[in-house]
């Protein structure tokens, strides 16, 4: 059972996106592993705020990690400078405990989230989970901390989500490196109608926090064309003319279905 009451929710057509960044900095991020995770973290609010600037589409951010502990370290909001103090306020330490992150992004989104319309689409919020390692409790890498990870996952879920008093389901992007476990990872990003991608270098972190930005902009420019919105040509076409060059498996949810595009579980 997870500790929130059911409520009354609605949507809010005046408010910016809602995006929770989870971020792993548990011990063995420790020196190039966190200064990666920061970089990215500063090209993703970089692009988020160049976002708002284009096309007046502007995005909540709130960052999570989970590491020594789990805490909320900066509650969602459009200030990106506050956004960036606490991107670079992180430190590493302790083990992984995934849940706990989790359960404090699924307050956050409950306190202070919703979702926006845009174009007379609704776009719910979303949660992008970054890890390198095993989740664990109190006893280590158990069974049952993997377990308890999955039930979680299960509240952000199309299943799960009224009965916590999320405002609607939230997709998890998850992207895994080093001794991550890649098979929780798609579990995570299947029930939720998320994403999952392993990254081969910490150094490629940037590139994949990049592409959460540029999907927002494609789910903005096209909200109103459900064809073009569901079309990975048009995806494609729209990231290169951004200069993105993307292969055609780069399309696809990498999800055990791995039939949909990646963000269109997004759009409610």
């Not at 994403?195 to 494609?218: A, D, G």
Request: glycine share 8%.
């Amino acid at each position: 059972n997870l500790p929130f009451p059911e409520r009354q929710v609605c949507e809010h057509p005046n408010m910016p996106l809602d995006t929770i960044l989870l971020l792993d900095t548990s011990g063995s991020m420790a020196g190039r592993g966190m200064r990666e995770l920061q970089r990215a973290c500063e090209v993703f609010l970089d692009g988020v705020q160049e976002t708002a600037k284009q096309s007046h589409l502007k995005e909540n951010i709130a960052i999570v990690e989970f590491g020594a502990e789990a805490r909320l370290l900066q509650r969602l909001t459009n200030d990106y400078d506050k956004c960036r103090r606490a991107i670079r306020s992180l430190k590493p330490g302790g083990r992984t405990p995934m849940f706990d992150g989790l359960m404090e992004a699924l307050r956050e989104i409950i306190t202070n989230g919703g979702v926006v319309t845009v174009a007379g689409r609704p776009l719910c919020p979303r949660v992008i989970l970054m890890t390198d390692g095993q989740p664990t409790d109190e006893k280590g890498e158990t069974p049952e901390a993997r377990s308890r990870v999955l039930n979680a996952a299960k509240a952000f879920s199309p299943l799960g989500w009224r009965e916590c008093g999320l405002p609607h389901p939230v997709p998890i992007a998850c992207v895994g490196c080093g001794d991550c476990d890649p098979s929780l990872l798609d579990e995570i990003a299947t029930v939720t109608k998320g994403m999952f991608v392993i990254v081969q270098k910490i150094e490629e972190l940037s590139s994949f926090f990049k592409r959460q930005v540029l999907l927002i902009r494609f789910a903005a420019k096209f909200a109103q064309d459900m064809d073009q919105l569901r079309s990975r040509l048009a995806l494609a076409a729209f990231l290169q003319e951004l200069g993105e060059r993307v292969e055609e498996a780069e399309l696809v949810r990498k999800t055990t279905k791995g039939s949909l595009l990646v963000d269109h579980s997004r759009m409610a």
